[in-house]
């Protein structure tokens, strides 16, 4: 069995791994080569990277940066980042939170939910993870195959079930994130979503996983696409189907009173926060139009005198045109006077034969034309 708190995790097969919060604290963390195993990272990480799992459920909490997929296979995954990507996987179920266009390629038979995880201390992560919980952005899925013309490769899932883990002595679970329907979580039963599940026992808060823990974590796929824990049902959700109702034999869990007063303040702090972003985003942006602004008004300016100045030289010089024909009284004096005996050619070609008998003709004022002897007048004359 691996030990707790591991940044890399690496070909291993049903085994359980669970990082408590206070053993990331912001690390990058890998899994790979993984089978039939199950996952848990309730802390806040910098990037994930999971790769070749195949029958794993794996609960990653907050990522400040990205998460990235490859070559997955029938997994349940919960995951919660600013940047997702998923390429070469195949029947996955992703229930996501991710801040920006979550983004999906040479993948198929993928299923994707809103994010629904929840543990004590993820609203803190998700606040040190720098992620906005009201601007999940899980069903904007960008498909890169089939922008190259092939079929949509994944499927929205409107409700998925909640995914609690409890911790020994750490409060009750939270999670800030809204459903797709936009409530939140821990507002009790009339929302018609549970808030709670019936658990058996409880992780322990920190500590390396023991030998009894195995028996807690261990989870299995259900008929239904979801994980159960085998000493009790997590997967069932205490009696309550996807769509939060009650099922039959089942029974329905206590009602919560209301919202965690912890998590209240926590959300309205970050509303604070993120006001105050939005509007000192919003003057630097008016700064920089009006920058913009002035620039062009000066380029136009510039332009505008620079083009006037231009056409009044142009019409100047055309009020005074200058025409330079050839000179001379005869065809051959002005055919004389139209060639450059300076011109010396460049392969160094002898042309005072030619020049002589040009001279020649022009001394004699021979006449032009195409015939010996006709008297024509040169079209120069």
């Known amino acids: 069995m691996a030990t707790v708190g591991?940044?890399?995790?690496?070909?291993?097969?049903?085994?359980?791994?669970?990082?408590?919060p206070g053993t990331i604290n912001g690390e990058n963390v890998t899994l790979k080569h993984l089978t039939d195993c199950t996952v848990y990272l309730l802390d806040y990480s910098s990037e994930v990277e999971v790769t070749n799992c195949t029958s794993c459920q794996i609960f990653i909490g907050p990522i400040d940066g990205p998460a990235i997929f490859d070559a997955c296979t029938a997994c349940n995954i919960t995951v919660a980042c600013q940047q997702f990507q998923a390429k070469n996987c195949r029947d996955v179920d992703f229930g996501l939170y991710c801040s920006t266009q979550p983004t999906l390629k040479d993948s198929t038979e993928i299923r994707v939910a809103c994010w629904m995880g929840a543990y004590p201390g993820l609203t803190?992560?998700?606040?040190?993870?720098?992620?906005?919980?009201?601007?999940?952005?899980w069903n904007k899925?960008?498909?890169?195959?089939?922008?190259?013309?092939?079929?949509?490769?994944?499927?929205?899932?409107?409700?998925?079930?909640?995914?609690?883990?409890?911790?020994?002595g750490?409060?009750?679970?939270?999670?800030?994130?809204?459903?797709?329907?936009g409530l939140t979580y821990g507002a009790g039963l009339e929302s018609g979503i549970p808030t709670t599940t019936t658990m058996p026992a409880t992780m322990p808060a920190s500590g390396a996983a023991t030998e009894a823990d195995e028996s807690l974590f261990s989870m299995a796929p259900t008929?239904?696409?979801?994980?159960?824990?085998?000493?009790?049902?997590?997967?069932?959700?205490?009696?309550?189907g996807q769509q939060g109702g009650l099922m039959d034999g089942g029974a329905a869990p206590a009602a919560v009173p209301g919202m965690n007063p912890k998590v209240a303040a926590m959300q309205k702090e970050m509303r604070e926060r993120l006001a105050r972003q939005e509007e000192s985003e919003q003057k630097t942006k008016s700064d920089l139009n009006s920058k913009a602004k002035t620039y062009l008004s000066s380029f136009y300016e510039k332009r505008k005198t620079s083009t006037a100045k231009k056409h009044e030289t142009n019409r100047r010089e055309e009020s005074n045109p200058i025409v330079q024909g050839p000179q001379g009284t005869t065809g051959w004096e002005k055919t004389v006077n139209m060639i450059d005996f300076g011109f010396n050619r460049p392969n160094g070609a002898d042309l005072a034969r030619y020049k002589s008998i040009l001279f020649t003709?022009?001394?004699?004022?021979?006449?032009?034309?195409?015939?010996?002897?006709?008297?024509?007048?040169?079209?120069?004359?």
Do not use: C
Request: proline share 9%; net charge negative.
């Open 6 to 20: 591991d940044v890399e995790v690496a070909n291993l097969s049903g085994q359980n791994i669970t990082k408590v």
């Open 124 to 137: 803190t992560h998700f606040a040190t993870a720098n992620l906005d919980p009201t601007r999940n952005q």
């Open 141 to 168: 899925m960008n498909d890169l195959s089939s922008e190259m013309g092939l079929l949509t490769n994944f499927e929205l899932v409107d409700q998925p079930e909640y995914w609690e883990v409890p911790l020994e």
């Open 170 to 181: 750490a409060g009750p679970p939270d999670n800030p994130v809204p459903n797709a329907e």
């Open 223 to 240: 008929d239904n696409g979801h994980a159960d824990l085998a000493n009790g049902g997590m997967g069932d959700m205490g009696g309550f």
């Open 361 to 381: 003709a022009k001394a004699k004022n021979m006449p032009i034309g195409n015939k010996p002897g006709a008297s024509v007048i040169s079209p120069l004359a």
